[in-house]
């Protein structure tokens, strides 16, 4: 199989997948290097096909429901409240999809986030601490943007209401 047709089957992975799909099992199907299939996303992104880069893996943008909502909530905190601001969300019923950070030098640097339980949570956490990496809103002094998905404005306010309670929320 050559690289076209490999990119063209990973995308059919992808659209079958009842979840993320790792890089490293990717490469273990396609028998390539994670490398490769790095850099296949990378080609297909650069034609335009929209492929999330997530911490649980590769996945497609899902069609929005007419029953959820996106809202940009604004926040601030350090290291130590990173567990306790994402708990807050998921836990009252939002689906936290990235976090956004202004950057003096790049401007606006998006990571894609898709937490959406306490599980996926866990693992970011767990990969995080093994990365020995910093939270994105390390350059920015704490302060970040989230985009979250919710149900509905009860949702958002519970959301709301907590995290301003632990001193988190900015708006």
């Known amino acids: 199989m050559d690289a076209k047709e490999r990119r063209v089957k990973l995308l059919e992975k992808l659209k079958d997948a009842e979840g993320p799909l790792t890089g490293t099992w990717l ?21 335009g096909t929209a492929v999330y880069a997530t911490p649980q893996g590769y996945v ?5 429901s007419s ?3 996106r809202v940009k909530l604004a926040c601030k905190h350090e290291r130590e409240n990173l567990e ?3 708990t807050i969300i998921i836990d009252n019923g ?3 999809l990235d976090v956004v950070v202004e950057h003096p030098l790049y401007g606006e640097l998006t990571a894609n986030l ?9 693992d970011f956490l767990r990969k995080l601490d093994a990365s020995h990496a910093e939270q994105l809103a390390s350059i920015t002094g704490g302060v970040h943007v989230h985009t979250v998905e ?3 404005d009860e949702t958002l306010s519970r959301i709301k209401d907590e995290l301003r309670m632990k001193g988190i929320l900015l708006n």
Request: aromatic fraction near 4%.
């Open 27 to 47: 490469a273990k199907e396609f028998n390539v290097s994670r490398q490769v299939i790095v850099g296949d996303f990378a080609i297909l992104r650069a034609a």
């Open 60 to 64: 497609l943008p899902t069609v929005e």
């Open 67 to 69: 029953k959820t909502m």
């Open 84 to 86: 306790q601001e994402l």
């Open 94 to 96: 939002g689906k936290v």
């Open 114 to 122: 898709m937490l959406a339980s306490r599980r996926d949570l866990t």
């Open 150 to 152: 919710v149900s509905d």
